[in-house]
């Protein structure tokens, strides 16, 4: 199982430009989630989704937006993006509660 | 809000000494905690868990402490090595796939 993978690894945009972050897992999980990490900080959630077609907010949505349209798949989308969005982006799945996370996205906007 | 948090951002220690990391959370309902383990540029890392009906759980070279009285974990570390370097996170839930409440984390630095 290659588990939770992201891609890209790094990536850096300009003030309004959009992008979407890859996320897909291979443990045929049904929670998703979506985090992002601020230097020095915890991981704050973003998105989450319990399903194929159902996706909620998390605690930091504003500016973001998923869809979940098969059970391996989970892309992140941000449009018109800004400077505060430049942070490290992780991807989770989880079974029951014991979340998986990928590698990680590193963003910056300028 | 519901809030989970560390106690020290930054813990030194010698190599061979045992760690404690100490986590305190805000939700009586929280039932399950996880400590995570975050190397520099990675994702974070699954250790140990451990669910409310429980005071401790053990793995190998780690132990969680759980007491719900003071809404209180800790993460101790056997014989720390200098592999044991990373940022340490503990986070809680209180429903199953739920949303993970996360702490800032603590920063360990092994002295060879």
């Known amino acids: 199982n290659a588990g939770v993978t992201q891609t890209p690894k790094f990536r850096i945009l300009k003030i309004g430009q959009s992008m979407t972050l890859q996320c897909t897992q291979d443990m045929n999980h049904n929670y998703m989630y979506w985090y992002r990490q601020d230097p020095g900080m915890g991981l704050k959630l973003i998105y989450y989704s319990v399903g194929a077609g159902i996706t909620d907010k998390g605690e930091v949505p504003n500016g973001y937006n998923v869809s979940r349209s098969t059970t391996e798949d989970f892309p992140l989308r941000l449009e018109l993006a800004a400077p505060s969005q430049t942070s490290v982006y992780f991807c989770?799945?989880?079974?029951?509660?014991?979340?998986?996370f990928g590698p990680g996205t590193r963003l910056t906007v300028l | 809000g519901e809030s989970v948090g560390l106690h020290l951002p930054t813990l030194s220690v010698q190599e061979g000494d045992n760690s404690i990391i100490n986590c305190a959370y805000s939700?009586?309902?929280?039932?399950?905690f996880i400590w995570y383990k975050q190397e520099s540029g990675k994702g974070p890392q699954f250790i140990i868990d451990?669910?409310?009906?429980?005071d401790k759980r053990q793995g190998q070279r780690v132990t969680v402490l759980l007491n719900k009285t003071v809404k209180h974990l800790s993460l101790q570390i056997a014989a720390t090595q200098p592999g044991d370097s990373a940022v340490y996170f503990c986070?809680?839930?209180?429903?199953?796939?739920?949303?993970?409440?996360f702490g800032q984390g603590t920063e360990l630095s092994v002295k060879p």
């Open positions: 986070a809680g839930t209180y429903n199953q796939g739920g949303k993970l409440i």
């Open positions: 989770a799945s989880s079974y029951a509660d014991t979340q998986y």
């Open positions: 451990i669910r409310s009906n429980m």
């Open positions: 939700n009586s309902a929280s039932d399950y």
